[in-house]
């Protein structure tokens, strides 16, 4: 299990992900927290690169959120707003891409979840940019 767990973390394999504070309340049950890749995401210039966000919700929560997305200047992420209604599947694909005349170096992309009701909640990953 200890080398399945260390392949995981090596290779990026998406099973570890870093979460946000948790939203739509404090008690378990009736929040949610956003997760995202805890590796870094590698992408060349003028290409794109898909991540999965995923809505972590508590047994309890019901509610539809508004994703938000974000990126630093010199890339793009698409889409930019998205609803997750309470019935949808919690996961999201976003597209980031870095544009040819990218600078190379290392960018963040915010996402911020909103429920209808309670608090929102947001986290950042970051995103480096490499010569093709």
Same mark, same amino acid.
Request: aromatic share 6%; net charge positive; charged share 25%.
């Given at each position: 299990?200890?080398?399945?767990?260390?392949?995981?973390?090596?290779? &990026?394999?998406?099973?570890?992900?870093?979460? %946000?504070?948790?939203? *739509?309340?404090? /008690? #378990?049950?009736?929040?949610?927290?956003? $997760?995202?890749?805890?590796?870094?995401?590698?992408?060349?210039? &003028?290409?794109?690169?898909?991540?999965?966000? %995923?809505?972590?919700? *508590?047994?309890? /929560? #019901?509610?539809?959120?508004?994703?938000? $997305?974000?990126?630093?200047?010199?890339?793009?992420?698409?889409?930019?707003?998205?609803?997750?209604?309470?019935?949808?599947?919690?996961?999201?694909?976003?597209?980031?891409?870095?544009?040819?005349?990218? $600078?190379?170096?290392?960018?963040?992309?915010?996402?911020?979840?909103?429920?209808?009701?309670?608090?929102?909640?947001?986290?950042?990953?970051?995103?480096?940019?490499?010569?093709?």
């Amino acid at each position: 299990m200890v080398m399945m767990l260390a392949l995981a973390t090596v290779c &990026g394999c998406g099973w570890i992900s870093q979460t %946000s504070p948790r939203g *739509g309340s404090m /008690f #378990k049950d009736e929040g949610f927290r956003i $997760a995202v890749p805890t590796f870094d995401t590698s992408i060349k210039q &003028g290409q794109v690169q898909t991540v999965t966000v %995923s809505l972590l919700r *508590g047994g309890n /929560f #019901k509610q539809d959120v508004m994703l938000q $997305a974000k990126a630093s200047k010199g890339i793009r992420v698409a889409p930019t707003d998205v609803s997750v209604k309470a019935s949808d599947k919690p996961d999201v694909q976003l597209r980031i891409d870095a544009p040819k005349d990218a $600078a190379i170096g290392e960018y963040r992309v915010y996402v911020k979840g909103t429920p209808k009701t309670g608090e929102a909640t947001s986290v950042e990953f970051k995103v480096k940019v490499i010569a093709p």
